[in-house]
């Protein structure tokens, strides 16, 4: 269980950190995206949901698991 436990917090630290970089983004991203914008945007949101999902995988596994909002 120390093992799921550990994972799990590795897994939330890791998703903080992509959310941080999207934020960082965010923040010195120009009024007017360009191309590269998006793209770099793109990334990083597709990092973060990728992290997500390892992050909710690693919760499961330690027995952390919530019913989905979105279900009656």
């Not at 994972?7 to 970089?21: G, W």
């Not at 597709?46 to 997500?52: G, I, L, M, Q, S």
Request: proline content about 6%.
């Amino acid at each position: 269980m120390t093992d799921d436990r550990e994972n799990a917090r590795r897994a939330a630290a890791a998703h903080t950190e992509a959310s941080r970089e999207l934020e960082a983004f965010l923040r010195r991203a120009p009024e007017v995206p360009d191309a590269a914008d998006i793209a770099e945007f793109t990334t990083l949101l597709a990092r973060e949901e990728e992290v997500r999902a390892e992050r909710q995988d690693a919760l499961d596994a330690f027995g952390l698991s919530a019913p989905s909002i979105d279900e009656p």
